[in-house]
């Protein structure tokens, strides 16, 4: 299911990517602010959110491709154009529609994200948009990070990726507050 999302998401984010020059980021901020509140609300208003699963069988094949439609082409698409909340809005796709934890679902949202950045990396690329030594030292601290990341999340679970995709939407919001109003 994530390889046939992150498939959906590489020509997605290719034409948000292509979108982009044309989109003003000052549309997008305020609607993601607002977009992460209502999520950081959401998760933290539902505690069993992300920390109860369905079995698999569970999960309906049109619930499954609507996860793989939404997290491959819209959040792809979006990926493509603006980015940040990337990963927040992909775990929750993924948690919400297939009603996985957490855990698994910030799993899933790893491999379509892949997806996501080769699409746009291919149509900057070509663009000449890309500060190649920038990008290399960048995609080493990522793979780093991930490594570092991925480890804790097994061992703490989805308790502590539930906190620690609170912390990453507070910052992000924040951080979007300054862009757009500083």
Same mark, same amino acid.
Request: some cysteine.
């Given at each position: 299911? $994530?390889? !046939?999302? @992150?498939?959906? =998401?590489?020509?997605?984010?290719?034409?948000?990517?292509l *979108? &982009?020059? *044309?989109?003003p980021?000052?549309?997008?901020?305020?609607?993601?602010?607002?977009?992460?509140?209502?999520? &950081?609300?959401?998760?933290?208003l539902?505690? !069993?959110?992300?920390?109860v /699963?369905e !079995? =698999?069988?569970?999960? *309906?094949?049109?619930?499954?491709?609507?996860? /793989?439609? #939404?997290?491959g082409?819209?959040?792809?698409?979006?990926?493509? #154009?603006f980015?940040?909340?990337t990963?927040t809005?992909?775990?929750? !796709?993924?948690?919400?529609?297939?009603?996985?934890?957490?855990?698994?679902?910030? @799993?899933? $949202?790893? /491999?379509?994200?892949?997806g996501?950045?080769?699409g746009?990396?291919?149509?900057? =690329?070509?663009?000449?948009?890309?500060?190649?030594?920038?990008? =290399?030292?960048?995609a080493?601290?990522?793979?780093?990070?991930?490594?570092?990341?991925?480890?804790?999340?097994?061992?703490?679970?989805?308790?502590?990726v539930?906190?620690?995709?609170?912390?990453?939407?507070?910052?992000?919001?924040?951080?979007l @507050?300054?862009?757009?109003?500083?």
């Open positions: 299911m $994530a390889l !046939s999302a @992150a498939g959906l =998401a590489v020509p997605s984010a290719g034409v948000g990517a *979108s &982009a020059s *044309s989109l980021a000052d549309w997008f901020r305020p609607l993601i602010m607002a977009l992460l509140i209502g999520v &950081a609300a959401f998760v933290t539902r505690p !069993s959110f992300g920390s /699963i !079995s =698999a069988d569970a999960v *309906s094949a049109r619930r499954r491709l609507l996860a /793989i439609g #939404v997290a082409c819209g959040v792809g698409f979006y990926d493509g #154009v980015g940040p909340g990963g809005f992909l775990i929750m !796709s993924f948690t919400a529609l297939l009603s996985m934890e957490f855990l698994q679902s910030s @799993a899933l $949202a790893k /491999i379509v994200n892949v996501t950045n080769f746009a990396l291919t149509v900057f =690329a070509v663009q000449g948009h890309v500060l190649w030594a920038l990008g =290399a030292g960048m080493v601290c990522n793979v780093v990070g991930a490594t570092l990341g991925a480890r804790t999340a097994l061992k703490r679970g989805s308790g502590f539930r906190g620690v995709l609170l912390v990453v939407v507070t910052a992000l919001v924040i951080k @507050a300054i862009d757009q109003f500083a």
